[in-house]
């Protein structure tokens, strides 16, 4: 298995301010992904964060908006910026072990 | 991309009976896993079944890849089996670990 800790685990913003999602895994991986799961939908994969090289982000969402770091192994981060209502979500990182793909507890973010 | 269809959206049941989830994918899949989120959000995965038949406790999993179907069978539910099942998958071509999700099945169990 994998243990993965993500902070915060909720937090209520401002609208126009940025927030910083961290991730931490127990042991080192190659790709960590970040997921965002919109009120009552599904998760909807954002970027794959790589060591050492730029983040590849999926249709839809920008670098602009998503800055990811990943400085190191078992660390990422995901910042949300600029932040709207719309992105009121619960933002999950998650690795994979031997075929089975493990998630962190989420962040749930509630934007006024 | 893939379609990754679940069925049904939602699901009602008296504390134990019986229930299968239905997921079906429109392309060949490397990985496909079967994920419950209890209602306070977290992700616990359930099983990691690219093709066959696995089971653990009351769940079961069935994969058949050549006909892009997986089903997850419940059986004598319980009140904490409530939430919501997703299926997903990594498609074939798409990087490792990857993953397409459903909508989800959400389940209430009653007492």
């Known amino acids: 298995s994998a243990v993965i800790s993500q902070k915060p685990s909720r937090d209520i913003c401002q609208r126009g301010t940025s927030l910083t999602i961290q991730c931490q895994v127990d042991?080192?991986?190659?790709?960590m992904f970040w997921y965002r799961q919109q009120p009552g939908q599904s998760l909807t994969l954002i970027a794959t964060a790589n060591q050492g090289s730029e983040a590849t982000y999926e249709s839809g969402f920008v670098i602009d908006k998503f800055p990811i770091s990943r400085p190191n192994l078992t660390f990422s981060t995901l910042t949300v910026s600029n932040m709207s209502p719309e992105d009121s979500s619960i933002y999950l990182c998650s690795v994979g072990r031997s075929g089975t793909i493990y998630f962190g507890e989420g962040s749930w973010l509630t934007v006024v | 991309g893939i379609q990754v269809e679940q069925s049904p959206p939602d699901l009602i049941l008296q504390e134990g009976a019986n229930s299968t989830l239905r997921c079906n994918f429109s392309?060949?899949?490397?990985?496909l896993q079967w994920f419950h989120q209890n209602p306070w959000g977290q992700l616990i995965n359930l099983f990691y079944i690219p093709s066959g038949t696995k089971q653990n406790g009351r769940l079961s999993a069935t994969t058949v890849a050549t006909e892009r179907y997986s089903l997850l069978y419940i059986s004598s539910s319980q009140t904490t089996d409530s939430g919501v099942y997703f299926c997903?998958?990594?498609?074939?071509?798409?990087?490792?670990?990857?993953?397409?999700f459903g909508k989800g099945t959400k389940l209430s169990v009653i007492p």
């Open positions: 042991s080192q991986v190659t790709m």
């Open positions: 997903a998958v990594e498609p074939s071509g798409a990087g490792s670990y990857q993953l397409t």
């Open positions: 392309d060949s899949v490397n990985n």
